[in-house]
């Protein structure tokens, strides 16, 4: 069975996240991942970058989103 990153925050999470897109898939393409997703917070800011860089490296990508919810 391959292993599949399905929580990962790249450069667009503010404060949680480090990785660039471009580290993000050269990583995934060294570990011969065959899909990696991108869950950054509160927003799909990198998610069309994300998915045009993944599909260009043969990678498929897996957009989703972290939301933090308030109670008031």
Do not use: W
């Not at 599949?4 to 503010?14: I, P, T």
């Not at 800011?45 to 008031?72: L, M, T």
């Amino acid at each position: 069975m391959d292993m599949v990153h399905l929580h990962v925050h790249s450069q667009y999470s503010m404060q949680d996240g480090l990785c660039s897109l471009d580290d993000l898939i050269k990583q995934a393409n060294k570990f011969n991942m065959k899909a990696v997703a991108l869950t950054d917070h509160d927003g799909l800011y990198g998610a069309i970058q994300f998915y045009k860089k993944a599909k260009s490296a043969g990678i498929k990508p897996i957009i989703g989103c972290e939301i933090r919810v308030k109670d008031n």
